[in-house]
């Protein structure tokens, strides 16, 4: 068994909703980034390739790249569940955290984990997504910016 952890931040602006945990929150912010700027996803895609030691997801989906502007970060997340498929590995769970002020994340936890169960294939109960604050500190704290922790276990196929 081995143990992969990531983590990811994004600025944040006035806008027209967030790409946070494969799904689209409506709220009055947006993320400034070359992607759709989902610091989860991002997060636990690097927690993936570091647990298979594939390298980061600026080596995989460089944020130079025209192919990835915009790109939907669940599209990624499938990519890189097919990069540890291919190295011989499966995931047995995933943890994460979320770092945002507003909006409030309660009510979509249990759909971001499901969808991300889905996309990776996963059994229910094998991703936690968990949500905090910043008690109003820092660059968070003023909702210029998000960030989230992801700590990954996978196996190697039998
Ligand atoms: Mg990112």
């Known amino acids: 068994m081995r143990v992969g952890q990531g983590y990811d931040s994004h600025r944040m602006r ?7 945990g494969g799904l689209k929150i409506a709220c009055d912010y947006e993320f ?7 610091v989860l996803i991002h997060a636990i895609i690097d927690a993936l390739l570091g647990a298979a030691r594939l390298g980061d997801i600026g080596r ?10 915009g ?15 291919k190295a011989g590995y499966e995931i047995i769970n995933i943890d994460s955290t979320v770092i945002i002020e507003r909006p409030k994340l309660k009510g979509y936890i249990a759909e971001m984990e499901e969808g991300l169960e889905g996309l990776l294939g996963l059994d229910k109960g094998s991703v936690s997504v968990k949500a905090k604050t910043d008690e109003g500190l820092g660059a968070v704290g003023k909702n210029e910016a998000a960030k989230a922790y992801a700590i990954a ?5 039998a």
């Not at 006035?14 to 946070?20: K, P, R």
């Not at 995989?60 to 502007?69: A, K, L």
């Not at 790109?71 to 498929?85: E, G, M, P, Q, Y």
């Not at 276990?153 to 196929?157: A, G, M, P, R």
């Open 32 to 38: 400034i980034a070359h992607s759709d700027g989902d």
């Open 14 to 20: 006035q806008g027209s909703g967030l790409s946070l």
């Open 153 to 157: 276990l996978i196996k190697k196929k």
């Open 71 to 85: 790109a939907d970060s669940k599209v990624l997340l499938s990519k890189t569940k097919r990069l540890l498929d």
């Open 60 to 69: 995989h989906f460089p944020d130079t790249s025209e192919e990835f502007r």
